[in-house]
């Protein structure tokens, strides 16, 4: 008689888990439930319920002695009870990333470096530019530059070209890193909720060229940035994140720019942190981020 060999232990595996649905009594019990029946420990939790919208948002990170799959059979019982929607994921994992740029290289410069020395937990698998300016900045991190030029009368071929490698590379979040350049519905359709953009934000607010010129000369005290995800509708996607810095009478146009310029990295920074962590759920028009 031959003895089977065993079989091998499940591994270990920290994991990330985010819900969402309308708020209800028991919902922190069936999801705690499942987790205690797979011996799972939880290391942070973080939950909010909403009384505009009437839903309820839960964030959990978990050990889990027995893998991933476990829990993801026991939220997909929990689904169609609560009418929840629901992502389980391993903890730290990079998500596959495609940054989008044009001339200004200050975000994407920042972006590869926190990449690379700070543990910014995405995987750069390209970086698209409709100008040719910042492929020398992609070389030297090593990451594939793709130029693709957009004109009014190739702006359907070039996002063909996007969504090819999107779909080739699975990638997971596209970062518009001053990319300037609108996306159009499809493209927005296809990416929702996985597009993040950044812009300056003034009060009061001005629009068109040259913003830094215009808030310099009606004297404003205030700049900032705000990072939000795409929607067709231009620069009104669900906010991540925003800052400001102040300015004063004595701060040229020049000065302006840099000032702003910084916010923008920072504030971009940890817009992309934040999803990547799955900290951000989208709440209609808002989003509940549960921010460290």
Known sequence: MTNSAPLAPATSEKLVLTLSCPDQPGIVHAVTGVITRIGGNIIQSQQFGDPDSGLFFMRVEVDSPVGREPVEEGMRELEQRFNATWNVDQLGRPLRTV????????????????????????????????????????????????????????????????????????????????????????????????????????????KGARPYAQAHERGVKLIGATAHYVTPDLDEGPIIEQDVTRVTHADSTADMVALGQDVERRVLAQAVRWHSEHRVLMDGARTVVFSQ
């Open 99 to 206: 940054i989008m740029v044009s001339r200004e290289g200050h975000c994407l410069s920042d972006l590869l470096y926190r990449q690379r020395s700070q543990g910014l937990p995405i995987e750069v698998v390209a970086v698209v530019g409709n100008h040719p300016d910042l492929a020398p900045v992609a070389q030297f991190y090593g990451i594939p530059f793709l130029l693709v030029p957009v004109t009014k009368e190739s702006k359907q071929r070039a996002e063909e070209e996007l969504l090819t490698l999107v779909r080739a590379e699975n990638v997971e979040l596209l970062i518009l890193a001053r990319y300037m350049q609108i996306l159009s519905e499809n493209v927005c359709a296809e990416m929702a909720g996985r597009i993040i953009n950044i812009h300056h934000s003034f009060l009061p607010s001005f």
